[in-house]
């Protein structure tokens, strides 16, 4: 057995920064209180039931929301509109049906479901991770579907955009979303 090697802070972000992530944006909703975040750690994680899974950051309103709401919705978006998940790297304002002037419905678990996505998922949470600086949210799928017929439209990835998330904390990195 040989020791473990240590890896420089640099290659540790480049190498967590190659993994294709999907970006999206997530609602989430506990009350009066509702919030949409750009998010890039999504993933399904069972079949039976479907599972997906969500990392969202320890101190983030996002984080609050899902606990005490008990949801979230996943909104997939066109890979030719990125520049929206610019206004969600910090809290939204709520005017109206709008999450920072972007149109929302309200899902059947009750949190903002954008309806500019291409696609929606809509889960319960069924179990909680906590996970260092961030807590991992694991819903099962209650609702689902594609808007305005737009099924096969490519959806955004992190590497459409210049944003980069994950690797180590870094100088500057804010905890709101």
Known sequence: MTDEATVDIETINKVMWSIPNALCLIGSRSGDEWNGMTQSWVSQVSMAPVLIAISVDAHAVTNRLIREGGAFSVNLWD?????????????????????????????VTGTPVFAEAVAFIECRVVNTVELGS???FIGEVVDAGFHDGREGTPVAAMSDTRMKYGGVLRKGHTKQG
């Open 79 to 107: 890979q030719a509109d990125t520049r929206v998940f610019v206004k969600f790297s910090k809290p939204a304002v709520r005017e109206g049906d709008t999450l920072n002037s972007r149109p929302i419905r309200i899902g």
């Open 134 to 136: 961030h807590a991992l």
